[in-house]
């Protein structure tokens, strides 16, 4: 009977997963997601298809640097098969995260969850 009788586990709820749970959590569903990882790097070097890639403490940084607020929006333009956007939801109280992605095979991984 975990805290039974208690206010904490609605406490708990209350709280953000810490950067190293955050990270497992992000990286089991990308590993359990992403079939065949390969294809996310098939395009053509140097074209407009190509643009610089995120990792987990690159984002843990600007969400510390920009202090999103809970009335705003964040909106990751080329958004992969996603992980920054789950991240900054995880990281940040801003009212809406938003990934748009074009490319076909990364776009395709959402196809899974609707």
Avoid: W
């Amino acid at each position: 009977e975990l805290e039974k009788g208690t206010s904490k586990p609605y406490e708990r709820l209350q709280q953000r997963a810490s950067e190293r749970l955050l990270k497992h959590i992000i990286d089991t569903v990308y590993n359990e997601s992403v079939t065949v990882p390969s294809k996310l790097n098939s395009y053509e070097p140097f074209s407009p298809e190509t643009y610089g890639e995120t990792n987990f403490k690159m984002v843990t940084q600007a969400v510390t640097a920009v202090n999103l607020q809970a009335h705003e929006t964040f909106l990751d333009l080329g958004s992969g098969v996603g992980q920054v956007v789950c991240q900054v939801a995880a990281m940040a109280p801003c009212s809406h995260v938003i990934g748009i992605e074009k490319a076909d095979v990364p776009n395709s991984y959402s196809d899974l969850f609707q």
